[in-house]
């Protein structure tokens, strides 16, 4: 899923299930938990997606195999307590390869800014499907069965913005993204950051969404909108010193009162807020 093809069936949930189910009953014969996961009276389709999803946590370094042939639990039970720290794991794990086709279609959906908002369902537009092929390569017909399909998925629960349900429109927001990333890295409370210096403390994976970034002196929608919602609860202050050395732009935004150009962020951030 993040480091092999990506498949529509493999939805965080069921990730999360299958992982705590081993966790709790392992080790598990391959059919037991198969039933459990998917039980043969509610399966009317006889379509299993016990494959994909077992592999999907095998892959996050969850589950494996032992020397009998049975299902156990490899992970951290800590990272498996909720669908919030399921999603902070994963956002620490699944942006670690940057080459991975996960990796270059989030990366297409941030850089895109508002862009495809024109183009109507992200699911079936053929012009995002255009896009995303000439970035990533990716075959057109991978990407309109299974591809967006299954990142549609992740990239909500990532938090990296939200698909409005019956138009299939994504709107760019990091704001929990970029809140697991500050956790996950080196961002201090009540310290002061140039923006540069407050970019290279976040954890590595925030690199999906800082394509070009450090180039243009620019970030992206998502990026900008998460950073605007965090001024606004208060959380980082965006401040602009006329005397520095280096201007930054978050990405216009006419319904907003912050100025588009900042270059130092005043962190009043705890641990415990991120979390939240």
Known sequence: MFFSPIKKETIPERVLSISQIVADKGPIDEKDLNNILIPPELNIAKNSYFG???DTAKELKLIDYNGENKIIFTGNKDNIKSLTSFRLFCNSMVFNDSSSDFYKVISCFLEADDKWLSYGSVT???EVIRLINAETGIPSLK???DVILGVRFWINFLGFGFF?????????NMYTALKDFMLLGNIEKDKEYSVEDFLNNLHHSSSVALKGARIKQTLNLAMSNA???MHDNK?????RHLDSEKTWHLFPNDEQKHPINVNHFACSVSSDLILQ
Request: glycine content about 0%; proline content about 4%.
């Open 124 to 126: 079936t537009s053929t």
């Open 235 to 239: 959380e980082i202050e965006l401040e």
């Open 52 to 54: 994909s999803v077992l």
């Open 227 to 229: 950073l605007r919602l």
């Open 164 to 172: 409005q349900e019956q138009a299939k429109i994504f709107l760019p």
């Open 143 to 145: 990407l309109e069965k």
